[in-house]
């Protein structure tokens, strides 16, 4: 089971932290991977990070603002959000994978309900 949390109302060029917390540990062994999902669009791919945490990788529409990290100890995934722009408002999932390295939705097995992430103008 994977739970985000930390998403919110903010306005834009600020910042939020969303976590991604498991109740197994087994999820360390996991890539995970964030997904966000605007109001009438589809879902689109916002980062990973490999199982060990050594390995990132970002959608270009977030790349140097957006940085996803771990905690093994915790079982809690994180990404953390500077210079938010209100195109970022969407809802955002978590998601895990056996598939390594992979930013293909398809590929990831266990999914989180989701966090609302609101940025005002």
């Known amino acids: 089971q994977l739970v985000e949390s930390g998403g919110g109302l903010v306005q834009a060029g600020g910042s939020l932290r969303l976590s991604c917390a498991a109740s197994?540990?087994?999820?360390?062994?996991?890539?995970t991977g964030w997904f966000r999902q605007a109001p009438g669009k589809e879902r689109e791919f916002v980062s990973y990070?490999?199982?060990?945490?050594?390995?990132?990788y970002y959608a270009d529409s977030v790349k140097g603002r957006f940085t996803v990290s771990r905690e093994h100890a915790k079982n809690t995934v994180y990404l953390e959000m500077n210079s938010l722009k209100p195109e970022d408002t969407a809802v955002y999932f978590c998601?895990?994978?056996?598939?390594?390295?992979?930013?293909?939705?398809?590929?990831?097995?266990?999914w989180g309900q989701g966090t609302q992430v609101t940025v005002s103008s």
């Open positions: 990070i490999d199982w060990g945490g050594y390995t990132t």
């Open positions: 998601a895990a994978t056996s598939t390594p390295y992979s930013d293909y939705e398809g590929w990831y097995e266990f």
């Open positions: 197994a540990s087994t999820f360390n062994t996991y890539t």
